[in-house]
């Protein structure tokens, strides 16, 4: 993209331990014992740089933006859309105008529904999701269609190795007007092949959507190789501040789409009786928006790139991967998820330990795990289970952590058993 140049590459094989360094929190101790953060699927921690590009805009940059002619709104402004220009580059759209800032995924995925799928989703139409979605690309879809008269179908997931059944997709296509699905699970690790199913969509001119929220920080996610309309993803999983986000949207699809909120920032002219819209956008960011979200953003998505996004999936699925394997040695455990290829994340169950408890007795040997449904109460219910633990894994991470996790997970199976 003109007036971009990409940050540097790192060398070919990071050093990892010094990478993780970056992270302040990581180095604490939690009930006397060294911290193992294994809930990143929840949210990553954050670098140095992205907490000093926070501070430095509030200490120096501080004021809304767009609307002032003064030197700090103008410093803000040009970093609020210098974020922007970022996340184009970051995900390949074709120009900044099709990244709109979003407060998170959801939002992204509401804005969808509420705005294009009411204006071209009616009655009888069908949208097609998967049975692996999280509550957030599944209740906004609800809602539009209790409020359209559209029908839900489902692509169902295989058992517990957690891969999508693909061979009926064509005939499910039929009479879709949206497909919306994640890339990556964040219940079982699943990557799923989005571009090739995306592709067959747009064959059978069916509007995609698709849930970068657990892979937009953790592999290369390029919207024109995907070959999708809308795509969301989060800050805050990607070393980013909480509260923000984005929603891509082809240009095209874009200009036809009515405004989500209606407000300042979002207008061209208002009268008492009707107003015009801005283009692009800025049509769908009304009101003052999260400055300080963009830059740490901005700071973020720099980050990333100087490891290399490439060489962060290729990590992330070696620790998955050798998690997968270390914990399917302990006796009687449910393991969720395919044992190759999958993401860094393995969801499991210890015999007769629920998730909760599990969660607790880690913490107290200083493991951050996740316990309960993940927000996929229908796949914990379609799997018999009410809910699962979770370790979730990002760059910082080491197999020493996951060594010590499989340890605890001794310690705690003997307890019950006991």
């Keep these: 993209m003109p007036g971009f140049a990409p940050a540097p590459q790192s060398p070919a094989s990071p050093d990892w331990a010094a990478i993780r360094q970056d992270f302040p929190i990581l180095n ?13 699927a929840a ?13 430095k805009y ?16 103008n410093r803000a402004t040009a970093a609020y859309e210098a974020a922007r220009t970022r996340a184009a580059v970051f995900f390949n759209a074709r120009t900044p105008d099709e990244i709109i800032f979003t407060r998170g995924t959801t939002e992204g995925v509401n804005l969808v529904a509420r705005s294009w799928g009411e ?15 999280h509550h957030s690309n599944l209740v906004p879809w609800q809602m539009l269609a209790a409020k359209t008269g559209a029908r839900l179908h489902f692509l169902p997931v295989q058992g517990d190795g957690g891969l999508l059944d693909l061979s009926r997709l064509e005939e499910q296509l039929s009479g879709v007007k949206l497909l919306a699905l994640t890339h990556i699970s964040n219940s079982l690790g699943t990557v799923n092949p989005v571009a090739e199913i995306c592709a067959l969509a747009r064959k059978h001119g069916v509007t995609t959507l698709v849930d970068a929220a657990q892979s937009a920080g953790h592999r290369p996610v ?9 795509l969301v993803a989060s800050s805050h999983k990607m070393c980013g501040p909480t509260g923000f986000g984005m ?20 207008i061209v002219t208002v009268s008492y009786e009707s107003s015009t819209w801005k283009s692009g956008a800025h049509k769908f960011e009304a009101g003052t928006p999260d400055m300080s979200g963009a830059v740490g953003f901005h700071a973020a ?46 969801s ?61 997970l001794k310690d705690i199976r003997k307890f019950f058993a006991d």
């Design 58 to 73: 509030y200490e120096f940059d501080n004021a809304n933006v767009h609307r002032g002619i003064h030197e700090l709104s």
């Design 348 to 408: 499991f169950l210890l015999p007769d330990v629920h998730a909760h408890d599990l969660v607790m007795l880690a913490d107290q040997r200083g493991v951050a795990l996740r316990g309960g449904h993940h927000c996929n109460q229908p796949l914990m219910h379609k799997l018999g289970v009410e809910s699962t633990a979770r370790a979730s894994f990002y760059f910082y991470n080491t197999t020493s952590e996951i060594d010590t996790l499989v340890e605890v």
């Design 222 to 230: 390029d919207v024109q190789e995907i070959g999708c309309d809308f």
């Design 43 to 55: 949210t990553s921690q954050k670098p140095r740089s992205v907490l000093d590009a926070l501070r």
């Design 28 to 40: 604490q101790q939690i009930h006397g014992h060294p911290l193992v953060y294994l809930d990143n």
């Design 119 to 133: 204006k071209f989703i009616g009655k009888g139409d069908g949208i097609l999701i998967t049975e692996m979605e």
């Design 301 to 346: 998505m720099d980050y990333l790139d100087q490891i290399g996004r490439e060489r962060i999936a290729r990590h992330d699925q070696q620790l998955g991967e050798y998690a997968y394997e270390q914990l399917s040695g302990l006796s009687g455990i449910r393991l969720f998820g395919p044992a190759l290829g999958r993401a860094g994340l393995v």
């Design 247 to 266: 929603l891509y949207g082809r240009g095209e699809i874009l200009e036809q789409t009515p405004p989500f909120h209606g407000g300042g920032e979002m």
